[in-house]
Structures are given as C-alpha cells and as structure tokens.
C-alpha cells in the first residue's frame, strides 16, 4: 500500500478526529468511535539516524512542553467575547483562529460554509479576502504563508467547493507550505447517502494532507484546530484540512479553550535538537575535503544567517534548490545560484566534481539530481534534514543527520569557531571561478524583440532585487528563478514540487495582503511575473486584487504558445506542435507581427476588471514600461511579447546528467 510521506495518520485506516470517517455507508448506521491516531507507519524515531540518544517519550516531553509555553504565551491577551456563555460552533471555529493568531483569511462562501460567513462577519480580528475561486483562494494563502512564515488559512464549502481544493493541497505537501484548510460538509446525518453537494473529502485528501481530520463533536473543535495549526507548522510544515459538518456549526455550545492536544506519538517523532559528536563527523569530513559543495533548499529558508555564518567561516561555495532561492543573496561571491535541470553550468559542474556534498534542507528531487547515480558520484555526503522519510530515500547519505537545520548549523558554527579551513579551498574556489568565466549566464539579443530574459533582468534592476516575486509555471518560471537578483528570504513564491499553473497572480495576492501596509504590517513590493498560458488559469482573481485594493503588479511574458512544452517539442519531437499555440489559428502574431492578432487581448481583459494595463514591443521601451508599472499606484499588468523561439538554458534533459548539459540553441534549430 502506498503510504505518504509525513502524513500524521495511519495509511491502514480512515481514522479522523478521533473518529472513523464513513466512506459511503448507510445513513442509519452510526460513526463508530476509533482511538485517535498517532504516527505514520513511515515515520521512524527521530533521532534513528543520528543514534538513539532521547527516549521517545523524552522528545515528547520536550516538544510539548515548548507548544505549551508557545501557545500560553500568544493566548495571555486573548478574551473570550461570550464568557461562559453558549455560542454556535462556527463562532468556536472563528475564535479558535483568533486564538491562534490568524488575522487574514482566504475564503469563498457555499451551503455548507455560510455559517462559518456569518461568524467571521462577528470577528473583530479576522478579515477575509473573497478570492474568486477556491483554487485562488488556496494558492492565494499558500502565497501567503510562503512569504510570511505563517500558517495559511481558506475556507470552502463542501463538494465542489471542496474538491477545488485538492490542487492546491496537493501543491502545498510537495512544498511543505504550512496550511489549514477548513471545508463545509453536510450535517452527519446526511454523510454517505450521496447528499447534494455531498464529498468524502478526508478521503479524497488523505494522500495529500499531513493530516486531516473529519469534526463529529462539536466538543473536539477547539482541540482540533489547535492541533492543526501545530500540525501544519511543525516539523516538516505541510497543510491539515479541517472538514466541519453544518450540523455542529449550528450546534450550541461552550468551549473548553485549555483541552490538551492528543499528538503524544506524534511528537515523539518530532526531530530532537542536533547531537555534537554527529556534527563534530562533519565539521572532520570538512577539514577532510578538497572540493567541498553545499547544496542547500527550502529547509534553510528560516536560517539565512546561520547559513550565511557557515559559508563565510568555510569558504566553501554554494549552490541553490528552486526551492532555496532568496536564502543567500543571488550576487554572494560564493554562491554559484540554481543547480539542476535549469541551474548554471558552474553549479552542477560544481556538483559533479566535489569530493564532500553537504546537502541541508533538500530532498534529492529528480530535477536536481537527473540520473540519480551520476549525481554526485565521487562525493562524501553529509545530509541533514528534518524529515526522517528524506534522509537516504534517494541518495545514500555517508553522514545522515535528521534535525532542524537551524539548530545544526548554529552547533556547527561554534565548533568551526576553532578551526580555519577557509584556506584549504582556495583552489577550489579558483577552479570553479573559472567554470564561471567559460560557462557565464548569458541571453541572446534579437535586436528590438524583447527576450525575457532582457525584461526580468530590467526589473530586478529596477526594484534592486528587493520585490516579492510570484510566479506561475513554465518558461517564465524558471528565467525568474534565473534571472531576478534575490536579496531576501521568502521573496521567491513559485510552485516548486507539483508545478501548479495559474499559481502566480492568487499567490501574488496573497503575499500582497500580508504586506499591505494596513494594521503594523509591512508594505513590499510584489510582482507576479506569469506566462500567457499560466496566467489564464487563474485570472479571474484580477477581481479580487481591485475589490480588496491590493497592490499587484503583474508582468506577463506572452509569447503566444505553452513554452515549456514547446521547448521540448523542439529539442524531442522535431517541432511538431501538439496543442501548445494558444493564440489564433488563422493569423499567428509570431508571423504577422500585426498586434491585432494577438490573442487574448489581455490589456483590454485587465481594464475590464479595473486593472491598469499596459503591452511593450520593443526593447528600447521596457525600462521605462516597467518603472510606471511600478510607479503606479494599485493593480497593473504590463504585457511583454516575447519570441516565442526563445528556450530556457542551461537545460539538463530528464533523467541525464551533467555531461549531457544544453548550453546553445533555440526553435530555430534543427535537432
């Protein structure tokens, strides 16, 4: 039986809340009660990897002792609006939030969710953005989480409200995006008889959920929330769907707000702080190595000066996942930014040649790797990690260490504190200097056509790499990746591991209501660089970003086609276009060059919703296009028409390896 990684529930059973949930049984049969459930069957003891050194009952102790003091603390000022008086449970559900600190919320009202509606509308703390689709609505709290460091919130109905859900779920596991998800479901009497708009969707999640749990007592609710939020942010963060039936959302009752959380067995596989002698084998394997490498991701996204601490005391060069981007500023002397299918020549030759490979916060995804036995092949490896599942699942790790990356490198720091090994690299560091001289990243010039590297280039300068970038998926994705100059953590918000098109404009909005400038919060500039393709999957949420006055700003690379296909249309399948042009048939731009037949016509669909727009065709009138963009007060789009010959290189073919490196051509090669 498949079982998912790092997942709270067992893959045996349909266990949720403390209950087992019904798949399709008869309406008179009653929800049989079943002991709550603990661990994953592959989760194992967290510290195995490292040597048993905390009794599992001591990490326990350890961890909720600290949620204990945790929540305590971000509670002290908390007052209970009703007393001790009974309120609905949708009013126990919003206050719950509250309690956890939730301000901003992504929710779209159905049947089931209305009473959920109607008690936000009581909630002096929690606004809500009304996206204009669920898959909006999550995305946009997954962009909201990512670029905040909190818990995401949304909010549907039940059925197809539900079901609209599932992609972004899915999304936020392979990125371990903190997440809640609260869906409406049909009164417990009406679950399993095909009610209308009526889905089993604990079932439908399970694969795709750290954990999920189905309410049937309205008693558990504040227990159960706050056991989601832990959920979600601990650990290996990952998103917890929460599915509330309307019955108990009209239920009266009084919360016991000081309930326990029931996750001993969980928490018992919670990582334990970092062992000394373990760190003390890599600060040797250091000392050791002549070509060392780290390859780092989205673990040391909250441990960018621990990071940073490490490189400089080492001088060891770095390289990035897509997932890290932004940790370490993208212009560091040492770093050698992205590795894999799309990363720069000098990194994965960086990869291929180094004899020591700390790999910290990453899990040895296929587009890093390639063919995985080539990957690294003369290197010692040092992988320390989070999630126990990661550690050896693809690559054998000669040093496994499974902790919290911060943790480890900050022991790691002190004990370099007494050695110098910053010298013994020099050579290294030159050789690899010189890999940068012959391989630099460069982009064609095609007189006034505008390239997309050209315009991504323009806009970093423009905001000196401090903007908050979102994107959707595609070619455009991965010249944002290569091209904008990050200078902070969390500013690179893409969909990584399950590469969600129509992610960029509701992740923008998003991370544009967590830096709105309202109520203490920061303002940050944001920009959704999207592809024509990607960004038709979710335009409707232009809407949202003019009704909630969210400052967005949209840069568009249209190239008129789904380039990513059409990139390996060119390179494997001798051009032969199978459904990846998306514009007019009987009058291609990209031959006429008549600027009516571009389609759609996105500037007049962008002022149709209010936004302001703009479309560039020539090079020379980029800059100035992108600073009024950015000048501009409130929502704008500006389209940028690019060629759509234009391939994104470096490129390592799937399941090849370095030696295989693309560094030439485009679509008007033959191959």
Same mark, same amino acid.
Request: charge should be negative; hydrophobic fraction near 40%; include cysteine.
């Given at each position: 039986?498949?079982?998912?990684?790092?997942?709270?529930?067992?893959?045996?059973?349909?266990?949720?809340?403390?209950?087992?949930?019904?798949?399709?049984?008869?309406?008179?049969? #009653?929800?049989?009660?079943?002991?709550?459930?603990?661990?994953?069957?592959?989760?194992?003891?967290?510290?195995?990897?490292?040597?048993?050194?905390?009794?599992?009952?001591?990490?326990?102790?350890?961890?909720?002792?600290?949620?204990?003091?945790?929540?305590?603390?971000?509670?002290?000022?908390?007052?209970?609006?009703?007393?001790?008086?009974?309120?609905?449970?949708?009013?126990?559900?919003?206050?719950?939030?509250?309690?956890?600190?939730?301000?901003?919320?992504?929710?779209?009202?159905?049947?089931?969710?209305?009473?959920?509606?109607?008690?936000?509308?009581?909630?002096?703390?929690?606004?809500?953005?009304?996206?204009?689709?669920?898959?909006?609505?999550?995305?946009?709290?997954?962009?909201?989480?990512?670029?905040?460091?909190?818990?995401?919130?949304?909010?549907?109905?039940?059925?197809?409200?539900?079901?609209?859900?599932?992609?972004?779920?899915?999304?936020?596991?392979?990125?371990?995006?903190?997440?809640?998800?609260?869906?409406?479901?049909?009164?417990?009497?009406?679950?399993?008889?095909?009610?209308?708009?009526?889905?089993?969707?604990?079932?439908?999640?399970?694969?795709?959920?750290?954990?999920?749990?189905?309410?049937?007592?309205?008693?558990?609710?504040?227990?159960?929330?706050?056991?989601?939020?832990?959920?979600?942010?601990?650990?290996? #963060?990952? #998103?917890?769907?929460?599915?509330?039936?309307?019955?108990?959302?009209?239920?009266?009752?009084?919360?016991?707000?000081?309930?326990?959380?029931?996750?001993?067995?969980?928490?018992?596989?919670?990582?334990?702080?970092?062992?000394?002698?373990?760190?003390?084998?890599?600060?040797?394997?250091?000392?050791?190595?002549?070509?060392?490498?780290?390859?780092?991701?989205?673990?040391?996204?909250?441990?960018?000066?621990?990071?940073?601490?490490?490189?400089?005391?080492?001088?060891?060069?770095?390289?990035?996942?897509?997932?890290?981007?932004?940790?370490?500023?993208?212009?560091?002397?040492?770093?050698?930014?992205?590795?894999?299918?799309?990363?720069?020549?000098?990194?994965?030759?960086?990869?291929?040649?180094?004899?020591?490979?700390?790999?910290?916060?990453?899990?040895?995804?296929?587009?890093?790797?390639?063919?995985?036995?080539?990957?690294?092949?003369?290197?010692?490896?040092?992988?320390?990690?989070?999630?126990?599942?990661?550690?050896?699942?693809?690559?054998?790790?000669?040093?496994?260490?499974?902790?919290?990356?911060?943790?480890?490198?900050?022991?790691?720091?002190?004990?370099?504190?007494?050695?110098?090994?910053?010298?013994?690299?020099?050579?290294?560091?030159?050789?690899?200097?010189?890999?940068?001289?012959?391989?630099?990243?460069?982009?064609?010039?095609?007189?006034?056509?505008?390239?997309?590297?050209?315009?991504?280039?323009?806009?970093?300068?423009?905001?000196?790499?401090?903007?908050?970038?979102?994107?959707?998926?595609?070619?455009?994705?991965?010249?944002?990746?290569?091209?904008?100059?990050?200078?902070?953590?969390?500013?690179?918000?893409?969909?990584?591991?399950?590469?969600?098109?129509?992610?960029?404009?509701?992740?923008?909005?998003?991370?544009?209501?967590?830096?709105?400038?309202?109520?203490?919060?920061?303002?940050?500039?944001?920009?959704?660089?999207?592809?024509?393709?990607?960004?038709?999957?979710?335009?409707?949420?232009?809407?949202?970003?003019?009704?909630?006055?969210?400052?967005?700003?949209?840069?568009?690379?249209?190239?008129?086609?789904?380039?990513?296909?059409?990139?390996?249309?060119?390179?494997?399948?001798?051009?032969?276009?199978?459904?990846?042009?998306?514009?007019?048939?009987?009058?291609?731009?990209?031959?006429?060059?008549?600027?009516?037949?571009?389609?759609?016509?996105?500037?007049?669909?962008?002022?149709?919703?209010?936004?302001?727009?703009?479309?560039?065709?020539?090079?020379?009138?980029?800059?100035?296009?992108?600073?009024?963009?950015?000048?501009?007060?409130?929502?704008?789009?500006?389209?940028?028409?690019?060629?759509?010959?234009?391939?994104?290189?470096?490129?390592?073919?799937?399941?090849?390896?370095?030696?295989?490196?693309?560094?030439?051509?485009?679509?008007?090669?033959?191959?």
């Amino acid at each position: 039986m498949y079982c998912p990684r790092r997942t709270v529930g067992s893959c045996g059973g349909a266990r949720h809340s403390g209950v087992l949930a019904p798949t399709r049984v008869p309406a008179t049969k #009653p929800v049989v009660r079943a002991a709550p459930v603990e661990a994953s069957r592959r989760s194992v003891t967290a510290s195995a990897v490292s040597g048993k050194v905390m009794k599992e009952q001591d990490v326990a102790n350890f961890h909720m002792a600290a949620t204990d003091a945790a929540h305590a603390l971000q509670t002290k000022d908390w007052v209970d609006k009703y007393g001790n008086e009974p309120r609905k449970g949708s009013d126990i559900l919003v206050q719950a939030l509250e309690r956890e600190g939730v301000t901003q919320v992504f929710a779209y009202p159905g049947g089931a969710s209305m009473e959920i509606h109607q008690a936000l509308t009581r909630s002096d703390q929690i606004t809500n953005y009304l996206c204009r689709h669920e898959q909006g609505e999550i995305f946009a709290a997954e962009g909201f989480a990512k670029c905040s460091g909190k818990v995401g919130v949304c909010i549907a109905t039940s059925g197809p409200g539900a079901t609209n859900l599932v992609t972004g779920l899915a999304d936020a596991m392979l990125d371990s995006v903190p997440l809640v998800a609260i869906t409406g479901q049909v009164p417990r009497r009406f679950i399993g008889t095909d009610a209308f708009q009526e889905t089993p969707i604990v079932e439908i999640t399970r694969q795709i959920t750290k954990h999920n749990y189905l309410v049937m007592d309205v008693k558990d609710l504040p227990r159960i929330i706050k056991e989601a939020f832990f959920l979600a942010k601990s650990g290996r #963060p990952g #998103p917890v769907l929460v599915d509330l039936p309307k019955d108990l959302q009209q239920m009266m009752a009084v919360p016991d707000w000081d309930a326990p959380m029931v996750l001993r067995g969980y928490m018992s596989r919670l990582a334990p702080p970092p062992r000394e002698p373990v760190l003390q084998s890599v600060v040797e394997a250091i000392k050791a190595a002549k070509k060392p490498i780290l390859y780092y991701g989205g673990g040391c996204i909250d441990a960018p000066d621990e990071l940073k601490e490490f490189i400089e005391k080492t001088g060891i060069p770095l390289t990035s996942t897509f997932m890290g981007i932004g940790t370490v500023r993208a212009d560091h002397p040492q770093h050698l930014n992205m590795l894999g299918m799309h990363g720069t020549v000098y990194a994965n030759y960086a990869v291929d040649q180094a004899d020591l490979l700390l790999a910290f916060g990453v899990r040895f995804d296929d587009r890093v790797t390639g063919k995985l036995e080539e990957f690294a092949k003369h290197a010692t490896i040092v992988h320390i990690d989070i999630d126990t599942a990661e550690i050896n699942k693809n690559k054998h790790a000669h040093i496994p260490v499974c902790s919290d990356v911060k943790p480890a490198l900050q022991m790691l720091n002190r004990l370099l504190d007494s050695e110098d090994v910053k010298p013994l690299f020099q050579e290294w560091r030159d050789e690899i200097s010189a890999k940068k001289v012959e391989f630099p990243m460069r982009f064609p010039q095609r007189g006034q056509s505008i390239v997309p590297e050209y315009a991504i280039s323009v806009l970093g300068e423009e905001t000196k790499g401090q903007a908050i970038i979102t994107t959707g998926v595609g070619q455009h994705q991965m010249w944002a990746a290569q091209w904008y100059p990050y200078q902070n953590p969390r500013t690179w918000i893409s969909s990584g591991g399950l590469g969600s098109m129509g992610f960029g404009l509701p992740a923008a909005l998003g991370c544009a209501a967590a830096f709105d400038g309202k109520n203490g919060r920061e303002k940050r500039i944001v920009v959704d660089i999207d592809g024509d393709g990607s960004f038709l999957m979710n335009c409707q949420e232009m809407a949202t970003i003019v009704i909630e006055q969210l400052d967005v700003k949209i840069l568009l690379i249209n190239n008129q086609h789904l380039g990513m296909v059409m990139q390996w249309e060119d390179r494997f399948y001798k051009s032969n276009r199978a459904h990846t042009y998306l514009g007019r048939r009987e009058a291609e731009f990209h031959e006429t060059h008549n600027e009516a037949d571009i389609y759609p016509n996105f500037v007049m669909m962008a002022q149709s919703f209010g936004v302001t727009s703009k479309r560039v065709l020539r090079k020379d009138d980029v800059r100035a296009a992108i600073r009024l963009m950015l000048d501009t007060p409130g929502p704008y789009l500006l389209e940028v028409m690019t060629p759509h010959v234009e391939h994104v290189l470096p490129m390592i073919p799937g399941g090849a390896s370095f030696k295989d490196i693309i560094t030439e051509g485009d679509g008007e090669t033959e191959y």
